[in-house]
């Protein structure tokens, strides 16, 4: 069974707009959960990370996620895209003792002009 | 080196042939890792290596897929007697443990295999 979930495949906003990712992990999972994004024609790297502390977390770029336990969540929002942060974006979580890092699906974001 | 560094960036093979991925890890990240990107399928882990050994392989396909990692450095995917629904884009990451025990992974470019 996926151990994240990621429940939209593509998600098209407009330029300006909010938009929210979607992002949810199994029990199974530790606290330990990641966004990272992919550029066309790039490879992966690290948007933002939660490990402990404050369940809110930024990124240098205006995005942010919530770490949400009751709804064992963490959606990634950004209040105002650019046409910039047109991108597939994936959550991770880290399960098992031995630090195993599984990805959900993907979700490809696309701002329209 | 600077990042991790994956070799071929592109390799076509026909059918039924041998192929070797190979990965060179971030000096001193004592964690790698293979994944496997396809079309509409996202990120599936293949196997994790914690130093030269193979804590978890699970994610490796069949019987045809192997992985071996040598001096907690660099490491080869091999996939024998390839098929067609091999063909998928290979990613490698590393990652130093920190205190934490949280990876925040390095990724490379990955190796784009296309079987005929």
């Known amino acids: 069974a996926q151990s994240v979930t990621q429940l939209d495949s593509q998600v098209p906003v407009f330029e300006e707009a909010p938009v929210e990712l979607r992002c949810n992990y199994s029990s199974s999972v530790s606290v330990y959960l990641f966004w990272y994004v992919q550029y066309p024609n790039q490879g992966l790297q690290l948007l933002l990370k939660?490990?402990?502390?404050?369940?809110l977390v930024e990124s240098i770029n205006g995005f942010e996620a919530e770490f949400n336990k009751s709804q064992t969540s963490f959606h990634l929002r950004k209040p105002s895209v650019h046409i910039s942060d047109t991108a597939e974006y994936f959550c991770?979580?880290?399960?098992?003792?031995?630090?195993?890092?599984?990805f959900g699906t993907g979700t490809k974001l696309q701002v329209i002009p | 080196g600077a990042g991790v560094s994956q070799s071929p960036s592109n390799k076509v093979t026909e059918k039924g042939k041998d192929v070797e991925l190979r990965c060179d890890p971030i000096?001193?990240?004592?964690?790698l890792y293979w994944y496997r990107q396809s079309l509409g399928q996202g990120l599936e882990f293949l196997i994790y290596f914690q130093g030269n050994s193979a804590p978890d392989k699970s994610g490796l396909p069949s019987d045809r897929f192997s992985a071996e990692r040598t001096g907690g450095s660099v490491s080869t995917l091999t996939i024998q007697r390839t098929q067609q629904e091999d063909s998928a884009v290979y990613l490698c990451?590393?990652?130093?443990?920190?205190?934490?025990?949280?990876?925040?992974?390095?990724f490379g470019a990955g190796s784009r295999l296309t079987v005929l």
């Open positions: 990451a590393s990652s130093s443990r920190v205190s934490s025990g949280a990876n925040v992974l390095t």
């Open positions: 000096s001193g990240h004592t964690a």
């Open positions: 939660y490990l402990s502390g404050s369940t």
């Open positions: 991770a979580g880290v399960s098992g003792g031995y630090q195993k890092v599984t």
